[in-house]
């Protein structure tokens, strides 16, 4: 069974409305971008989705993660990849989504909950964190 994770966070609302849309229109832009360039296996702009020295907890470094993200690109074949809207967190200066995810691909399918961390940047919202709450393997 699919089990959903109970998460706990100030909603995204600025005192200003007007500040709180522009950012969640500018969060939710960023979000489809990324997920276009994943589902698309762009990896220019995959990549540029996330914060120029981002290293996944834990990670091999910045670098090795970009190696091994252009080897998952071309071995993965064709992805099929379903993401719900994301919900959004306000974290201190930082935004959080929250998607269902449904991902498929030669190499594995899983579905689960992603949770990515959003920080402001000179060049948009960029990916600082990324990490799966929820993950069932099929």
Same mark, same amino acid.
């Given at each position: 069974?699919?089990?959903?994770?109970?998460?706990?966070?100030?909603?995204?609302?600025?005192? /200003?409305?007007?500040?709180?849309?522009?950012?969640?229109?500018?969060?939710?832009?960023?979000?489809?971008?990324?997920?276009?360039?994943?589902?698309?296996?762009?990896?220019?702009?995959?990549?540029?989705?996330?914060? *120029? /020295?981002?290293?996944?907890?834990?990670? *091999?470094?910045?670098?090795?993660?970009?190696?091994?993200?252009?080897?998952?690109?071309?071995?993965?074949? /064709?992805?099929?990849?379903?993401?719900?809207? *994301?919900?959004?967190?306000?974290?201190? /200066?930082?935004?959080?989504?929250?998607?269902?995810?449904?991902?498929?691909?030669?190499?594995?399918?899983?579905?689960?909950?992603?949770?990515?961390?959003?920080?402001?940047?000179?060049?948009?919202?960029?990916?600082?964190?990324?990490?799966?709450?929820?993950?069932?393997?099929?």
């Amino acid at each position: 069974a699919y089990l959903s994770p109970a998460v706990i966070g100030a909603a995204l609302r600025p005192g /200003d409305a007007t500040v709180a849309q522009a950012k969640q229109a500018a969060v939710l832009a960023a979000f489809q971008s990324w997920a276009r360039a994943w589902q698309g296996k762009d990896l220019e702009r995959y990549v540029q989705a996330y914060t *120029p /020295d981002y290293n996944p907890a834990g990670g *091999p470094g910045h670098q090795k993660w970009l190696e091994q993200r252009g080897k998952v690109f071309e071995r993965s074949g /064709d992805l099929t990849i379903a993401l719900s809207e *994301p919900v959004m967190l306000q974290d201190g /200066d930082a935004v959080v989504t929250l998607t269902r995810q449904e991902y498929r691909s030669k190499l594995q399918s899983s579905t689960g909950v992603k949770k990515l961390t959003w920080v402001a940047s000179p060049n948009g919202w960029k990916i600082s964190a990324e990490e799966m709450l929820s993950e069932k393997k099929g």
